[in-house]
């Protein structure tokens, strides 16, 4: 995958790096939202929301520089995402 149109999005009280989402150019056809939830672990989240009955749709994948995300889907079949920063963004 090459470089995306990304943008970080953040509440205009927010501190400094607080982070609140992003928001980026859809280039693969994607249809709809996908409700990004941010982590402080994405692996003990992970493991945790399976545990309360989510499935993995996609596992735990690197973004570059950024940190993780990972792709369930809830029992009644809601599809979401975690997220893991690497650092501040």
């Not at 309360?52 to 520089?65: F, S, T, Y």
């Amino acid at each position: 995958m090459g470089p995306m149109d990304y943008w970080l999005i953040s509440h205009k009280d927010a501190g400094e790096n607080e982070t609140m989402g992003g928001l980026y150019r859809k280039t693969m056809g994607e249809t709809g939202f996908l409700n990004h939830f941010s982590v402080v672990n994405i692996d003990q989240s992970l493991a945790k929301a399976t545990n309360l009955g989510a499935k993995v749709a996609k596992g735990k994948e690197e973004i570059p520089n950024i940190g993780w995300f990972a792709i369930l889907q809830d029992p009644d079949g809601n599809a979401f995402a975690l997220f893991q920063a690497s650092g501040r963004m």
